[in-house]
Structures are given as structure tokens and as C-alpha cells.
């Protein structure tokens, strides 16, 4: 089996390439636009081997997308490539619509093309599988979950980008045929998320002594999810899920951003023991505009029907990230920084 993972050089990209080159048979193709939320360190070890390639590539240019189809022939495309950060979403809704959106187009008009021309029993068992997020069904009141069912109520750029894109698979289902299956997972953390979001964030920050921002009184509530535990995931939707089903993924982890920043702090202080203990830097900022005030997800359904479950508790996957970011700061320094660019490490930018 060979699948196309676009996003690969991102931070959910790179782990679905380390879990499949880990605990499967199947080859992989890295297409990556290379944006600033990419590094080739993320790859490094993946594409080394003879099971994964690289392929520098916009979704947005469908020419290159074509090249790559004949080139690969796949068997499935897992998509992840997507700005991902729902405060740039607001600076600049843009990029987000252009990739989130415009690209998903190209990216469902060429697999189209490339799937259609298949034999047919390679038609059959062809799989797009769309990665979305649950920000797409809006905001929950202190109770309640999200089902598959629940309506799209997208509040932000970002997430409105997103579901603009399951909104467009699905069509491509009913009107075209194409076999996808699409998932909307909770906040995902863990090794190589990038320093801009909220976990990294705060470790970094806490590591350095400086403030720890918390948007409004902190009391917004998100749902972890392991990285990794994603990763399985995507492999066991790809692989087994019904075609034109979508599959809630999450963590089963509800927490705060307050809980989140005290867990870290208190983490960090059992480490690394300084004289204050790091609750005393969080400092609240102004909240974010629109700011959602819950997320939470009912997984039961790819638990039931893909026997899926999370392995990873948010104890266990915090204290699993605390470490990998003191061990890689030779990673996220230079994008702390802001030095880092794709042109300086010779990338040149993607066609
Ligand atoms: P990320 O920002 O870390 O990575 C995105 C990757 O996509 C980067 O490597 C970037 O270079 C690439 N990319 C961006 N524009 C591109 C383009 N035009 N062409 C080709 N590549 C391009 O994001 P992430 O956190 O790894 O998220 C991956 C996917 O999972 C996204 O679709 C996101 O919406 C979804 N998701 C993320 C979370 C989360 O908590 N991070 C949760 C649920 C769903």
C-alpha cells in the first residue's frame, strides 16, 4: 500500500509518517508545502529510508498534483495539510481560505482524476481520508458532546476554513463518487507541535521564566489528545472505516486552559525545582475574539465500530512532552527565535 500524506512535515503529519513507517507494511509520500509551521527536522529519519519519499509541494498547484499522482499512484491520500493556528486566522484569513479551502479543491479535483482513470478494483478499495477538526461544530455550554451528527456551527476563520473542506469532501462523495472518509479530532499535543500553540507555549515560557499567557479567565475547555494516539487513529479510519462516514476522535481528557497551564507548571517544578513555583508567571491576557468556551467529543462511535481507544492519559502524554521538549531544544530554539525560514535551510520555496 502507498499513501500520499500531505501536511507530512507538520506537527500531526510527521507522527501519522513515524506510526506508519513504524507499525506497518506501507510506503509514504511526504508532500509538504514547507510553510513556516514545517521543518525538515521533522523528517529527518523518515524520509531517509526506502519506504518515503519527499515531495515539495503546494495543494494549490494542481500541475504539480497531477505530477505527483501519475508519478506515485497511490492507494490512499490521508490530508492533513492546513493552516492550522486560530489566532493567525484572525490576523489573516487569507492563506487560510487559499489552503484550507482552495487547496482541498485542487487536492479532491486531482485525486479525482487520477482515481477515476483506476481499474476498477483499485477504485474500490481507494481511500481519501480528510482530517479535519472539531472546532467545525462551534462551541458547547458546560454540558453536551459532539456527535457525528452534531450541526456545523464554525465560529472562527479557522474553523470555518475547515469545515468549508468537509463540507467540499463530502460532495466529492455524493456527486463524484470518490471514496473519502473524514475525521474531526480534539486538541491534539505532544513531540514537534509547533511553539505558537498553547502546550509548547507554556512549557517553553516556563522553562525560560517568563510570563505564562492565559486568554481571558482561562476557564475555556478543550479535549486532549496524545499525538500519537492520533496518529492510530487516522491509520484505523483510513484503513477500516466505512466509506462516506465520519469519525469523531478524542481524548476523553477534558480540561482548561487553567488546568493545562497548572498541570505544566506543576510538572516542571517536580523536574526541574526553581525557587517560586511557576503558577506565580501566568499572567491573563485579553481573551481571544470569539473565543469558543468548550469543546468535547463523543468518540464512542470509532470506538464501537474501529475498536479504537486512546492508550495515552494527558498525566502520561503532558509529562511524555514535558521531556521531548527538554531534550530538542536544538529544535524549537531557532523557531522560537523566528530565525528559521524554509529559504535559509536551502528549500527554496515549492512550485
Ligand atoms: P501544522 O500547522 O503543524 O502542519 C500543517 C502542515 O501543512 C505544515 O507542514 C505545512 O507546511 C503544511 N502546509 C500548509 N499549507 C500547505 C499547502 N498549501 N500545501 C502543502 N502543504 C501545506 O498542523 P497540524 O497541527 O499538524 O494539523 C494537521 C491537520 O490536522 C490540519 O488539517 C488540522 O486542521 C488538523 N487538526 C489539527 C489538530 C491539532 O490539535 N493540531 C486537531 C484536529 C485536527
Redesign the pocket.
Known amino acids: 500500500m502507498k499513501i500520499i500524506i500531505?501536511?507530512?512535515?507538520?506537527?500531526?503529519?510527521?507522527a501519522v509518517c513515524r506510526y506508519v513507517l513504524n507499525n506497518t507494511g506501507a510506503s509514504i509520500v511526504c508532500?509538504?508545502?514547507?510553510?513556516?509551521?514545517?521543518h525538515p527536522d521533522?523528517l529527518r529519519g523518515i524520509v531517509d529510508g526506502d519506504r518515503a519519499v519527499f515531495e515539495h509541494?503546494?495543494?494549490?498547484n494542481r500541475a504539480e498534483l497531477d505530477r505527483v499522482f501519475a508519478t506515485h499512484e497511490p492507494d490512499a491520500v490521508m490530508?492533513?495539510?492546513?493552516?492550522?493556528?486560530v489566532d493567525r486566522s484572525i490576523e489573516g484569513a487569507g492563506?487560510f481560505i487559499?489552503?484550507?479551502v482552495v487547496?482541498t479543491y485542487h487536492l479532491l479535483e486531482a485525486t479525482r482524476k487520477y482515481w477515476s482513470a483506476l481499474p476498477d478494483w483499485r477504485q474500490g478499495a481507494f481511500r481519501f481520508h480528510h482530517?479535519?477538526?472539531?472546532?467545525v461544530y462551534g462551541s458547547l455550554g458546560s454540558t453536551g458532546l459532539f456527535t457525528e451528527e452534531t450541526a456545523y456551527a464554525p465560529n472562527s476563520p479557522?474553523s470555518a476554513s475547515?469545515a468549508s473542506a468537509d463540507h467540499l469532501v463530502r460532495a466529492w462523495h455524493h456527486t463524484h463518487g470518490l471514496p473519502v472518509v473524514v475525521s474531526?479530532?480534539?486538541?491534539?499535543?505532544g513531540p514537534?507541535?509547533?511553539p505558537e500553540?498553547l502546550i509548547p507555549l507554556i512549557i517553553i515560557n516556563a522553562l525560560e521564566g517568563k510570563p505564562l499567557p492565559v486568554y481571558g479567565n482561562g476557564e475555556n475547555v478543550r479535549d486532549w489528545?496524545f499525538v500519537e494516539d492520533?496518529a492510530s487513529a487516522l491509520w484505523r479510519i483510513v484503513t477500516a472505516g466505512k466509506v462516506g462516514e465520519k469519525y469523531n476522535v478524542g481524548g476523553n481528557a477534558e480540561r482548561s486552559n487553567l488546568q493545562v497551564v497548572h498541570a505544566i507548571c506543576d510538572a516542571l517544578d517536580e523536574m526541574l525545582p526553581v525557587a517560586k513555583p511557576r503558577r506565580e508567571l501566568i499572567a491573563y491576557v485579553t481573551d481571544r475574539p470569539g473565543h469558543d468556551l468548550r469543546y468535547a467529543i463523543d468518540a464512542s462511535k470509532i470506538r464501537r465500530e474501529l475498536g479504537w481507544e486512546p492508550q495515552v492519559t494527558f498525566e502520561t502524554g503532558l509529562r511524555r512532552t514535558i521531556e521531548w521538549f527538554l531534550g530538542n531544544q536544538a529544535w524549537w530554539q531557532p523557531l522560537r527565535a523566528g530565525v528559521y525560514d524554509g529559504q535559509r535551510l536551502g528549500l527554496g520555496a515549492?512550485p
Do not use: R
Open positions: 500531505t501536511g507530512a512535515a507538520g506537527f500531526i503529519g510527521s508532500l509538504d508545502k514547507m510553510t513556516y509551521a514545517a521533522t509541494v503546494d495543494i494549490c490530508h492533513l495539510a492546513a493552516e492550522s493556528h492563506v487559499e489552503t484550507n487547496g482530517v479535519s477538526t472539531d472546532e479557522y475547515k474531526n479530532c480534539s486538541n491534539n499535543y514537534f507541535h509547533f500553540k489528545l492520533h515549492a
